[in-house]
């Protein structure tokens, strides 16, 4: 059974940095061939894919995005993490991981993920 648990604060003030982890479970994170992604939904929007990074270590990012994010792999702790820069209110969210064995660029549907974690509420405020 492969379970994912997101970790991190959930209050980041504006202009920092937005920090979360990842925590696989069930499934050795160093050899098991997926992508591991992060979703978001702030309130009243849709689902939004922000990124995902490989098996390999390639990451691949939301274009508006891409500048102040960075998702990496953290294998001695069985973790890929995600950090958000320069964050605003409007990166207030609940932050999803999620793992798949294909990689569904800008793809939110829930049921082309085969894991997902419970998310973490992140607000952004002062």
């Known amino acids: 059974q492969v379970r994912l648990q997101e970790s991190g604060p959930g209050l980041v003030k504006p202009s920092q940095t937005l920090s979360l982890a990842c925590t696989v479970s069930?499934?050795?994170?160093?050899?098991?061939?997926?992508?591991w992604t992060w979703i978001r939904q702030s309130p009243g929007k849709d689902l939004e894919w922000m990124g995902a990074?490989?098996?390999?270590?390639?990451?691949y990012y939301m274009p508006h995005l891409k500048i102040r994010t960075a998702i990496a792999r953290d294998t001695s702790k069985n973790q890929f993490t995600l950090q958000l820069l320069s964050v605003t209110p409007e990166d207030t969210a609940v932050y999803y991981c999620?793992?798949?064995?294909?990689?569904?660029?800008?793809?939110?549907?829930?049921?082309?993920?085969?894991?997902w974690g419970q998310g973490t509420q992140v607000t952004v405020a002062s």
């Open positions: 999620a793992a798949s064995r294909k990689l569904w660029l800008g793809q939110t549907r829930k049921d082309l993920y085969d894991y």
């Open positions: 990074i490989s098996l390999s270590g390639s990451t």
């Open positions: 069930g499934t050795s994170f160093s050899t098991a061939n997926y992508y």
